[in-house]
């Protein structure tokens, strides 16, 4: 996987955890197990009441063992989003 990710530093993408969290960031670096480092980052917290709230966070870490996918971030289409008016149910943690 780790291969796969060398397109994707310096670009923002968002990350699901394990325990269902969203984290939107720029990319800045990964290590042999995952470990990924975002700078300008932000968690996005899902409600199905008062929609999306964003967590800014800054310089994160996120432990390769939490890791769940990684994907691109078309950033044209995210600026669009409306993202007071979405809502949805959180995500449910991932069970082995």
Known sequence: MASGLDSFVNHTVSIITSDGRNFIGTLKGFDQTINVILDESHERVYSTTT???QVMLGLHIIRG????LIGLIDEDVDNRLNLANIKAEPLNPVVH
Do not use: F, L, P, R
């Open 51 to 53: 929609g999306v709230e």
């Open 65 to 68: 063992d939490n890791v769940a």
